[in-house]
């Protein structure tokens, strides 16, 4: 793996494309940081920077009703901020991919970020989100191909959760 | 609270709609929507209070040569108000937004809003970087109002000041997944829904 290859955002990009994915929402994480970057150089997907991650779920479900597929980035704590706009797509069983990078595991620095990264998969779960958890590079992106499939082929909500060892963990110089 | 007529106010501005797609916030905007103007081509929402301006905003983008209309009230539009900025930043020249402003939650029982006395809405989407912004309180000013919110090159905001709904609430389907199916029928075609 090059300097410049995290293992994953540029196959990530590439299964984005092959999906028809034409528009990211996002509150942005350090771990997203060059997946979003490849995703802004391509003039064919639009990048859209929220004010909350929970308003990703509502582009989301008018990019669907429009025909557009979208993919929503977020990290972990961002997760807690969308829950009942969750019920949107549930209600409209329309589809709601999301891409979560993980804080408050293995290796974080910051115990404020725990109850809110352990809380992720249940509250998730509890509104119907499928959580497919990638311990390693490799298996985000197959989990990402499934997710996708599940999200656009069965108007599911899916989430790869991306485990924070995948993407380095935030130590606070400890 | 103001003396608008809210159902009157939305009729005249979809009186002669053409193909403008109208997302109506959950609640009275819903309910209104399906009163004056039923048709395959709204988006009707039931939940996700403060999502309805982010769905205008999606759908929009993904249907950039229709004009889409959020029709909301001024409770669901404050809980959403940060999606102001991010349709400054996003500058959708098709996404209009209306919205109704009782200055109070009728849906729960008439609680004095936010907007009764301190927020001002139009001033809050100026600030948020909309430029096209106008507040409404007189049926003279109505007449301006289908123009600007159907013709006028988008993002554009308008707050009517309207009265507590004097009219029963008509609601449209509760399917949820039979208001997309319906939608998208209508908007991208059989083979698509």
Redesign the interface.
Known sequence: MSQDDDGWSNEVFAQIREAGIS?ITTVPDAGLTRLLRICGSDPAI?V?????E???????????????R?LLCLQSSGTGNII??L??PA????PCLMLVTMRGQEGEGNPAQFPMGRAVRPVFEAMGVTCLEAMTAEEVVSHFRKACEMAFAEGKMVAVLIAQKVVGAKTFGK | MGELHRRDVLGRVLEDRGGALVVPGLGTANYDLFSVSPSDDNAYMWNAMGLTVPTGLGLAIAQPDRRVLVVTGDGEMMMGIGSLSVVAAQAPENLSILVMDNEMFEETGAQTGLSAKHADIEKIAVGSGIEKTMTVRSDNEVARLSAFLLKERGPVLAVAKVAASRDDPIYPTMDGPGIVRTFRTSVLGAHEA
């Open positions: 528009l639009r859209m920077t929220l004010s909350t929970e308003e990703g779920v509502g582009v989301g479900y008018g990019a669907w009703l429009g025909g557009t979208s009942n706009g019920a949107l209600f409209a069983e329309s």
